[in-house]
Every structure is written in structure tokens, then in C-alpha cells.
């Protein structure tokens, strides 16, 4: 990492103009792009390369071409205020009242996706697949509008690529599963098509969900290459590890995504991309056919441009799977449970460590003229001991369970061991910054014993970081930016959600974060959704809104 060196100066990026469908991909020397980033204030933003050296845009892009292509322009700039950043709901009633069918639909996301991602001054590197299918599926959507009953039908949904799916690989970003074909599709994603929702494609993100590289650029992967936020393309993080999850629904590449989060990994890119993203309590979504870290704290979850969004995409998600251990059957409808949301009498806690931030001071003065209590307190300080040992050991053992059970016959891999030695191999294309953590999981010999004592220590610190001044002041929740207090959230349990909060002089994001007891994620989103409607501050990213 100290060492940087510019790597593969003549990386390939897409030009897209009238070429035919061999030559929608063309290589493009990256070298200034790259020696200028060396500049970047933020040593893990002084990029190596930002192209993928693996994904063929080519073959990504050509299966759907022809149809996109006959999608005229006049059409989709007529659908453009009639789409653009509306919620599903808004999106339901327009195709009811015939504006537009599931099918137009579908291609004008599809056409967003090749104006920007074949555009080399515009990629975001965020589409690692597309679905070849998803029109086909649309159309049989438009043939069977009677049968609609959950207004997720007919949306189409980015998956972040550690989501099993059967019809598209599933690469977790890394060069060892680039073949990776899954017979299966994960539980959430069965869910997902039981109730009528288009899988569009597979988004990039931080390659084995940022459990990889020590310090490497969040959103990068070997497969996908560098993830670029639509706010600050090569200016701002994506955060991470569901990159191209936070960045595909900002761009308006889809109407929502999916995203996965250990500790951290939902919350950061939807901070960074001014979105809402749930990180709900372990249990309440299946984890089941998704590429593990850890199966103590993993969970998937939605990320969408607002509330009653993440509510529908939640409610189309959940379920009871026998196939995970942790799934609970949950009967709450959480769109429901947003209506009428307020936030008056609502005791919220606020760490007066976080009101140097003005945003956030600024925030906690608009809830409290919403008639929120506002509770000053100042949280104890409380470590989370040997943190990265939970990681380590777990995914020891559960990346070999989806080896076998998961991926398709032809990965050959049984273990971490086995697929670090393939990426050495090719350590400048398969691991250009390295495997630290990979080397630290094989390097870390704490015994079982051991092992769950730290478990509970880590447990009862992180319930004790909330619990303590929810229980003393009666919370309804905790108010925190970002993911500064993702750590203590994951290892206690504890459901996040995120929301935009505001900007900053440069025009970054930033998210107010709600963190409550677990399984109160309908309690979460009826605070979030009290805010939004009076406080609606998200703005589309300036450059793609065309």
C-alpha cells in the first residue's frame, strides 16, 4: 500500500457511440487519470487502477444491446420526469394509469445504465451483470398486472454480487469465483421473484465484502474494478462494502438494491450516496445462498432513495428459513407501519460528542422543532476486545460450508487457503493491495474456548454501549452519523438505519443514523420516515440526472 505504483496503464473502459456490438468496449490509457490520483487527500483513494483487468464489458452489455438501443430517446426523456427518483409507489400508480409499462420501465433504467457505464468520463463501475432475461420478465410482468399483490411487482431490483442468483454469477468480486454459477437462488432472492420483483443485474462491491485488503479503496474489486461515487466521481468514497448497492440507486440505475452488512457495510454506502439503507436485525432476513464473513453478525438488507421504499422492499425480502438458523418468522407489514409516523414525543439520544459536527447539530434542532425530546448524553467508553477475531474465526469456518454447499461444481476451491494460493499467483490482477486480512484469518490460532468468551465479552459491550442510556432515559432510539458506531451495533445485535441528513461545503453526503433495540426496525422506520417527510433534503447526483 505504502509502495504505489501505477499499474496497468492501458486498463479498458467503455466508449459507447454508434460502434457495433464487438466494439462497445475499447481500451483507454488510464495513466494520467491515475498519477493524478495519487494526489487524493486520502492515502486509500490514491487508486492503482480503476478498469476491471477481468469483466468483459462486452459480454455484460451485448445480450441486451439491440433492445435498449431501439428504446428511442424521445421516449426515455419523456419518462424521465415521470421516473426518475420517484418511490415506488408513485411508480405503481403511473403504470396503473397506463403512463408507462413495466417493460419501459425496465429499459430506462437499462438505458441509464449504458448512457453512464460506457461512457468513460461517466462510469461508476457499478454493474458487474446484467440479468438477459430481466425484459422478458418485465413483459410477462405487463401480461399479468391482475396478479399483482405486493407493490414490489414488476420493480427492478440491483442485487450487490455476494447474493446467490441462479440465471447470473455470483463473484463476491473476487477473480477465484469469476465462474462462480449457483444452482440456487438465495433465499431473499426467491423471495424477491415469489412477489414479482425483476432482478436487473449484479452491482460491484468491496471484493469478499471488505474482508480482504488492509486499507485498500473501499468498492473495489477485482472483478468489478473501482466503484466511483455519482456525488465526487474519484472525489468521495463510495463507502463500503455495498458499493455499487449505494451507487447504482443513487445514479438511478434501478428503483432499489440490495445490500450486505457485517458491521458497517449497508450504512456507509448509503451515507456516502445519500440514500436510506436498513441494516436490520440478524434473523429478520435469510442470509441463506449469500458469500459469508461471518455468520454471528451477517445480515443482507435495502438501500432506496427513501423510506416508504426500504419499508416495500423489506417486507418483500422477509420470511422464515429453514436453511439458517438465525431466520425468525416476522409478521410485522412495515409499510403499514409507517403510516402516520411521527416523531412527536419520541425521546431520542444524542451523544454530545457528535453536535461539533453542524449537520448534525443542525439536524437535532429540526427534530426537536418536530417535537422529538431530545437527550443529551455522553456514551461510556467501552472497547469491542478482539473484534477482528470474530471475523477471522467465523468466516474460517463458514467460507468453506459455501463452497460446498453454494457454489457451482465448477469452483474447485474448498477453502481460504486454496484461494489465496490461486490469487498469488496473479497478484497484480487478482490482488493488486494484497490479502492482509486473508492472512490474518489463516495466521490467527485463538481457540475455541477462547474464542467464545470473546464473542460474549464482545456482546454484552456493545448491548451495554445503548442499552445503558436507553433503559436510563427511555430511548426510542440512538442518533448517531454514518456508520461511526456500526462496530458496536453489529456486535450487540442492534438494528441501523440511515438516512440522508444533508451535505457538506464540497457536496459530499452525509446520513443521520437511527439505532435501536433489536427486532425495532418498524420503530426505526417510523422515525425515519417522520423525518423525511418534514425534512426532505436528498438531491439527485448533479451529473446523472439526464
Not at 430517446?73 to 420517484?86: F, G
Not at 451483470?129 to 399479468?144: G, H, I
Not at 462491491?205 to 485498500?216: I, K, M, N, Q, T
Not at 420470511?319 to 416523531?343: F, R
Amino acid at each position: 500500500m505504502k509502495n504505489i505504483a501505477i499499474l496497468f496503464a492501458f486498463t479498458t473502459i467503455v466508449t459507447f457511440q454508434s460502434y457495433s456490438q464487438e466494439t462497445l468496449w475499447k481500451p483507454q490509457d488510464e495513466t494520467e487519470t491515475i498519477q493524478k490520483q495519487q494526489n487524493h487527500p486520502i492515502e486509500r483513494m490514491r487508486y492503482k487502477l480503476i478498469a476491471s483487468k477481468y469483466l468483459d464489458k462486452n459480454q455484460v452489455f451485448q445480450p441486451l444491446y439491440s433492445e435498449v438501443q431501439v428504446f428511442s430517446e424521445k421516449r426515455y426523456n419523456a419518462l424521465l420526469p415521470l421516473i426518475l427518483d420517484k418511490d415506488i409507489p408513485t411508480l405503481q400508480s403511473e403504470i396503473s394509469k397506463g403512463k408507462f409499462s413495466y417493460e419501459e420501465l425496465t429499459l430506462f433504467f437499462l438505458k441509464r445504465i449504458y448512457k453512464y457505464e460506457l461512457d468513460p468520463e461517466k462510469t461508476l463501475n457499478t454493474i458487474i451483470a446484467l440479468n438477459p432475461n430481466v425484459l422478458k420478465e418485465a413483459r410477462e410482468c405487463d401480461k399479468n398486472k391482475s396478479s399483482k399483490n405486493n407493490p414490489i411487482f414488476g420493480m427492478p431490483i440491483l442485487l450487490k454480487d455476494n447474493i446467490d442468483t441462479k440465471e447470473i454469477k455470483t463473484t463476491a468480486g473476487a477473480a477465484a469465483l469469476i465462474d462462480n454459477t449457483p444452482s440456487e437462488d438465495a433465499f431473499i432472492v426467491q423471495r424477491l421473484k415469489e412477489n414479482g420483483a425483476l432482478i436487473i443485474g449484479k452491482a460491484n462491491l468491496s471484493e469478499w465484502a471488505y474482508f480482504f485488503c488492509d486499507g485498500c479503496p473501499v468498492g473495489y474489486s477485482a472483478v468489478g474494478g473501482q466503484t466511483l461515487n455519482p456525488y465526487g466521481r474519484m472525489i468521495f468514497e463510495t463507502g463500503g462494502s455495498s458499493a455499487g448497492s449505494g451507487t447504482g440507486v443513487a445514479a438511478n440505475y434501478a428503483v432499489a438494491a440490495v445490500g450486505t452488512e457485517t458491521a458497517g457495510s449497508i450504512i456507509s454506502p448509503s451515507s456516502q450516496n445519500s440514500l436510506v439503507g436498513l441494516k436490520p436485525t440478524v434473523g429478520v432476513l435469510s442470509r441463506s445462498g449469500i458469500v459469508p464473513i461471518s455468520h454471528t453478525l451477517d445480515t443482507p438488507g435495502p438501500m432506496t432513495k427513501n423510506v416508504i421504499d426500504n419499508a416495500i422492499l423489506l417486507n418483500a425480502m422477509k420470511g422464515k428459513d429453514n436453511g439458517d438458523a438465525a431466520s425468525i418468522a416476522v409478521s410485522t407489514n412495515y409499510v403499514e407501519e409507517i403510516k402516520n409516523a411521527t416523531l412527536k414525543g419520541k425521546r431520542l439520544g444524542v451523544m454530545k460528542s457528535l453536535l461539533s459536527d453542524s449537520i448534525y447539530a443542525a439536524t437535532v434542532k429540526k427534530l426537536q422543532k418536530e417535537g422529538a425530546i431530545i437527550i443529551e448524553y455522553t456514551p461510556e467508553e467501552i472497547d469491542l476486545p478482539s473484534f477482528l477475531t470474530l471475523l477471522n474465526l467465523d468466516m474460517k469456518e463458514d467460507l468453506p460450508v459455501y463452497l460446498k454447499m453454494n457454489a457451482s461444481e465448477n469452483i474447485k476451491f474448498k477453502n481460504l487457503e486454496e484461494i489465496m494460493t490461486f490469487n498469488a499467483k496473479d497478484s497484480l490482477n487478482r490482488m493488486p493491495y494484497n490479502q492482509e486480512l486473508f492472512d490474518g484469518i489463516i495466521a490467527d490460532e485463538t481457540s475455541e474456548e477462547d474464542f467464545q468468551k470473546i464473542k460474549e465479552t464482545l456482546k454484552i459491550n456493545g448491548t451495554e454501549f445503548f442499552q445503558k442510556p436507553m433503559k436510563e432515559h427511555k430511548l426510542d432510539a440512538v442518533l448517531s452519523i454514518n456508520n461511526y458506531h456500526s462496530a458496536y451495533a453489529a456486535v450487540a445485535l442492534y438494528p441501523c438505519l440511515t438516512i440522508p441528513m444533508g451535505y457538506n461545503s464540497s457536496g459530499e453526503p452525509f446520513g443521520l443514523t437511527f439505532i435501536g433495540a433489536p427486532f425495532q426496525e418498524a420503530k426505526l422506520l417510523q422515525l425515519a420516515r417522520a423525518f423525511e417527510i418534514k425534512n426532505p433534503v436528498r438531491k439527485s447526483p448533479s451529473e446523472y440526472k439526464e
